[in-house]
């Protein structure tokens, strides 16, 4: 991973005050130069809305008794996947709430069929056990999602009650060292965040030497007890993905579906201002609304299908085109580890 070292008083600058246009080019050229031209798409399907966990911004939060549960069977699971397959994506993201009733067993059996489908495969389930990392890892997954949200410790332990910032941060290392393509990220607007503290985020990003990594806007949600806080601008998110890729330039960074959730070209107008993968939502039927982390969410009442040809015809008229491999860091997929 290359690193650009920036002095931490200058990402601020970079954050507040350098002009926007000035900003998105600069972020745009390097996007430009070191991961070229290609949007990566990666599937995502979304198998359980049930969590273990009570972050105060998330709308699936165990506490949120209004929302219906879901959990796919992993039947379900896998026939999305392939339908997936089918329709050309070369990365299944597979993502749920922390939800234990998917044991190591039976994650590692879905991985092992989804991988018949050549495919790269994603994982973003929280935090688990090493053994589990391993075992997946083992079973044929990839790569691993998993934000560090923010690297305010404070700020994290009032948001994620019961949850420690030191064990994500430990998980994460575990992960990285079991030979996933880590990936990572972060949120702003949360309240309380101060500008020092997200130029501390992308510090933490570089620093980890994440291959991917994420920035959304938060978007408050009408049940959690964050409900009526201001939550993040469009423009916040773009400054800050734009300065990561600035000190990260041949990272993988999405454009986020909470951008687009605040605007409707919020995913085009990052992919203009250092982003080069989208992750379309292959979810299917109701599952796609009742995995509500946010409200406003896109695409809720789209089919795979649409979402899919609805994305290609975005990055057609901005001149980019679909990329066709398994989109990994530097064009690969992580070896297989010697474990
Ligand atoms: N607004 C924006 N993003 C959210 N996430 C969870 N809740 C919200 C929200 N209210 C993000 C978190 C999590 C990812 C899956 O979704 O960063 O890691
Ligand atoms: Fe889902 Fe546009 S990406 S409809």
Not at 227 to 233: E, F, I, P, R, V
Not at 298 to 316: E, L
């Amino acid at each position: 991973m290359i690193k650009h070292t920036i002095e931490k008083s200058e990402i601020i600058r970079l954050l507040k005050d350098e002009k926007e246009d000035i900003l998105y080019e600069r972020a745009d050229k390097l996007r430009e130069e070191y991961v070229g031209d290609e949007v990566h798409l990666r599937g995502l399907i979304e198998f359980s809305n049930i969590c273990r966990n009570n972050c105060m911004y998330c709308g699936i939060r165990k506490d949120n008794p209004l929302l219906k549960r879901y959990r796919m069977s992993p039947e379900e699971l896998v026939e999305t996947a392939r339908r997936a397959a089918d329709i050309g994506f070369k990365t299944i993201v597979m993502q749920s709430g922390e939800d234990m009733w998917f044991s190591q067993k039976i994650m590692c059996d879905i991985i092992t069929k989804i991988k018949k489908f050549d495919v790269a495969i994603t994982l973003s389930i929280g935090e688990r056990t090493y053994e589990d990392y391993k075992a997946f890892r083992e079973a044929g997954a990839d790569r691993y999602l998993m934000r560090i949200e923010t690297t305010d410790k404070n700020l994290y332990h009032k948001l994620d009650p019961n949850m420690s910032w030191q064990h994500r941060h430990e998980c994460l290392m575990m992960i990285k060292e079991l030979g996933y393509e880590l990936g990572s990220g972060i949120m702003v607007g949360l309240p309380e965040q101060t500008i020092e503290s997200s130029a501390d985020d992308l510090l933490y990003l570089q620093d980890i030497e994440f291959v991917m990594a994420g920035i959304g806007p938060f978007i408050p949600h009408a049940q959690p007890p964050l409900k009526d806080a201001a939550g993040g601008t469009l423009e916040l998110a773009l400054r800050t993905m734009a300065v990561m890729r600035i000190m990260m330039p041949d990272i993988n960074i999405p454009a986020t579906t909470a951008m687009e959730s605040l605007h409707p070209k919020g995913r085009i107008r990052a992919l203009q201002c250092g982003a080069n993968v989208v992750m379309p939502n292959v979810t299917e039927g109701e599952y796609r609304r009742l995995y509500e982390l946010y409200p406003g969410k896109i695409c809720v009442n789209d089919t795979p299908t649409q979402c899919r040809s609805c994305i290609g015809i975005k990055i057609a008229s901005i001149g980019r085109t679909v990329g066709l491999s398994y989109g990994g860091h530097n064009g690969r997929l992580p070896q297989k580890a010697k474990l």
